[in-house]
């Protein structure tokens, strides 16, 4: 069974950087595209981006001069980065997989982790 | 980007009712769209794809339909453990945003 769990530091200062990893086990990351996604308390899900096992990324625009995406099948695990964070970017994130149907859900979720920003 | 509205943002029903969620995308999404339910606490749960196709596991009272900028999911006899927040979601274009939920209560 395939699981999916994010670490990282649950505070960081605002201007700082947020550096979370999600670790795969149960499967190989194989030829996937691996999704970040976060959810704001008692808000709704923002798509943060993407990034395939070759290493190709896709960012929402409206965060992509902050973030950085990596990947290292090794380890079987990803990073998110992202830069210059403010109280706005409190939120769960979650790692998650989209599956090879071709349409591109995400199939399968890591449970999610708080980041705080705060002083 | 391709706006995803949702509706209604709440909805009171019953054991046993038959509901309807509406999304409706700002331009065509071509049935790259997709439907996640979420309990408190929890991570989303994919539901249905590309419109219509029931993810494994999902029981068959779920059912989505629809094309170009609208689409529904449908639950056929809502059950107590339906009562969640449901999302839909675009993979047409990026980025694959998501609508802005629709709360299922009980009423």
């Known amino acids: 069974q395939v699981q999916l769990q994010e670490s990282g530091p649950g505070l960081v200062k605002p201007s700082e950087t947020l550096s979370l990893t999600c670790t795969v086990s149960?499967?190989?990351?194989?030829?996937?595209?691996w999704t970040w996604i976060r959810q704001p308390a008692g808000k709704g899900l923002e798509w943060i981006g993407r990034?395939?096992?070759?290493?190709?990324?896709n960012y929402n625009p409206y965060l992509k001069s902050r973030v950085s995406m990596s990947i290292d099948t090794s380890k079987n695990q990803l990073s998110l980065k992202l830069s210059s964070v403010t109280a706005a970017d409190t939120a769960v994130y979650h790692c998650?997989?989209?599956?090879?149907?071709?349409?591109?859900?995400?199939?399968?979720w890591g449970q999610g982790t708080l980041v705080t920003v705060s002083s | 980007d391709i706006q995803m509205t949702q509706s209604p943002s709440s909805l009171f029903a019953s054991v046993g009712d038959r509901v309807s969620i509406t999304c409706r995308s700002s331009q065509s999404v071509s049935n790259y769209l997709h439907w996640y339910q979420q309990k408190p606490g929890e991570a989303p749960k994919l539901l249905i794809y590309g419109a219509a196709a029931l993810q494994r596991g999902v029981p068959s009272r779920f059912s989505g339909s629809g094309s170009g900028t609208n689409y529904t999911l449908t639950i056929s006899s809502l059950q107590s453990e339906d009562f969640a927040t449901y999302y839909c979601q675009q993979s047409y274009i990026i980025p694959q945003n998501f609508g802005q939920g629709t709360k299922l209560e009980i009423k």
């Open positions: 149960g499967d190989s990351i194989g030829s996937y595209y």
């Open positions: 990034i395939y096992t070759s290493g190709s990324t």
């Open positions: 998650a997989r989209e599956n090879n149907s071709g349409w591109h859900p995400v199939e399968l």
